[in-house]
T-cell receptor, first 116, second 113 residues
Framework: EAGVTQFPSHSVIEKGQTVTLRCDPI?????LYWYRRVMGKEIKFLLH????????ESGMPNNRFLAERTGGTYSTLKVQPAELEDSGVYFC??????????????FGPGTRLTVL | LAKTTQPISMDSYEGQEVNITCSHN???????ITWYQQFPSQGPRFIIQ???TKVTNEVASLFIPADRKSSTLSLPRVSLSDTAVYYC??????????????FGSGTQLTVLP
């Protein structure tokens, strides 16, 4: 079974440009999460989808970040316009459901974003 | 959300047992304790989860005392490939709700030959 995949693995852009990150969760997982780690900081939650609906977006830093999950399958996270402080590693995770394996989340390898 | 405290780093040698302790003094009644492992350039990976006493799986054991204010992840006979960052997370498992994970600083375990 394929795990969570993320694209691209690395992205280098200039300040003011737009970048779109993609996440493909494990097939059948209704829950999809975005996290990020900025330089020297802890991994922080950004938002949580249940199917195509945003369940919790309390971690989104500002309105330059837009996440979508059309059709409840893959998700995109767009940063527009990118700022220097957006540099970091963006992780996507998915889980099967609320209970079962105690909400075990499966993480992708992350996208390393560098804003110059 | 309960705050966790772990050692920043630990060193061990191949073949030894490693115990990493996490403090979570304000753990709530509904909170479970979960440990994740992260290798460089990879996302975190679930290791083990428990509520009280002892839990064991194929890779680790988790010891939780009666007061649940701390927990200890035990890795038997570590190898070089166990070098990674280990995170202790505490959070509630709500009925019908899959929730965000709250990561702390983690413990960098380095296994030496």
């Amino acid at each position: 079974e394929a795990g969570v995949t993320q694209f691209p693995s690395h992205s280098v852009i200039e300040k003011g440009q737009t970048v779109t990150l993609r996440c493909d969760p494990i097939s059948g997982h209704d829950n999809l999460y975005w996290y990020r780690r900025v330089m020297g900081k802890e991994i922080k939650f950004l938002l949580h989808f249940v199917k195509e609906s945003k369940q919790d977006e309390s971690g989104m830093p500002n309105n330059r970040f837009l996440a979508e999950r059309t059709g409840g399958t893959y998700s995109t996270l767009k940063v527009q316009p990118a700022e220097l402080e957006d540099s970091g590693v963006y992780f996507c995770a998915s889980s099967h459901g609320g209970l079962g394996r105690y909400n075990e989340q499966f993480f992708g390898p992350g996208t390393r974003l560098t804003v110059l | 959300l309960a705050k966790t405290t772990q050692p920043i780093s630990m060193d061990s040698y191949e073949g030894q047992e490693v115990n990493i302790t996490c403090s979570h003094n304000n753990i709530a009644t509904n909170d479970y304790i979960t440990w994740y492992q992260q290798f460089p350039s990879q996302g975190p990976r679930f290791i083990i989860q428990g509520y009280k006493t002892k839990v064991t799986n194929e890779v680790a054991s988790l010891f939780i005392p009666a007061d649940r204010k701390s927990s200890t992840l035990s890795l038997p006979r570590v190898s070089l490939s166990d070098t990674a960052v280990y995170y202790c997370l505490v959070g509630a498992i709500s009925s019908g709700s899959a929730r965000q994970l709250t990561f702390g600083s983690g413990t960098q375990l380095t296994v030496l030959p």
